[in-house]
């Protein structure tokens, strides 16, 4: 009872800055690459961009989390990297921070056209979006700044419960945990397993599935194939 309580706590508690989150104009069908948790880091950023372009990905999404908070000198080439490759993005809780400190004036050495385009940037960015019966979030996929703060997976499958349980998204993928993970929903019962690296998970119409892609920052992306209804970790 005191579970359900919190959980309905965190549902209803909003973010006055965030965009809600967002159905997609469009299906993403197709090739879709997934990239989470750069945390400032270039390199390993556009190392998976490329990684994910050689597989012939359609879209590229990144699950936020794209800066970090205490990096500060490179925030214009981060924003440069993502539009230039059309990269969507959903909002972590470090570029909330980010966000948070323009907004109260932390100067960061920015220009003030440098700033102004940044904050639009980090503005511009939902929380979650969704495509069909597929989620993209960083963390929980819910109106809330405590979504992206609070992990799914905390070595149990209790949290990804809860979310099984009160949507109906047939793939949730997401970040903020570092570790690769998968969380199975099949009659019921949740399961916590890690990622295979050489074989692809292949998904079925009678489970749902949350999948934390790993951080790019460590090396790791992902890729989906939604027409082979497939799942492929991605080791730099
Ligand atoms: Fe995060």
């Given at each position: 009872m005191m579970i359900e309580a919190y959980f309905s706590a965190i549902v209803f508690d909003?973010?006055?800055t965030c965009p809600p989150g967002l159905k997609h104009?469009?299906?993403?069908?197709?090739r879709i690459g997934v990239i989470a948790?750069?945390?400032?880091?270039i390199a390993s950023m556009t190392d998976c961009i490329q990684r994910l372009t050689d597989r012939r990905a359609d879209t590229i999404i990144h699950l936020g989390d794209?800066?970090?908070?205490?990096?500060?000198?490179n925030l214009m080439n981060i924003v440069d990297v993502i539009t230039d490759n059309n990269i969507l993005a959903v909002k972590g809780n470090n570029d909330y921070q980010i966000e948070k400190s323009l907004e109260n004036?932390?100067?960061?050495?920015?220009?003030p056209s440098d700033r102004q385009r940044i904050r639009q940037f980090l503005h511009s960015l939902a929380l979650y979006f969704t495509s069909g019966n597929v989620c993209f979030a960083?963390?929980?996929?819910?109106?809330?700044?405590?979504a992206f703060y609070?992990?799914?997976?905390?070595?149990?499958?209790e949290q990804a419960a809860r979310i099984f349980r009160h949507t109906d998204h047939h793939l949730l993928f997401c970040g903020h945990s570092h570790l690769p993970m998968l969380f199975r929903w099949r009659a019921g019962i949740v399961t916590r397993e890690p990622i295979p690296e050489q074989t692809p998970l292949v998904f079925q119409k009678n489970e749902k599935y949350i999948i934390i892609v790993g951080s790019a920052d460590k090396g790791e992306c992902g890729f989906i194939d939604r027409e082979k209804m497939v799942y492929e970790r991605i080791r730099l």
């Open positions: 909003p973010c006055p104009p469009l299906t993403l069908q197709g948790d750069s945390h400032g880091n794209i800066f970090d908070s205490e990096i500060h000198h004036g932390h100067p960061m050495d920015l220009d960083h963390s929980r996929p819910f109106d809330s700044i405590r609070e992990p799914i997976d905390t070595g149990s499958t």
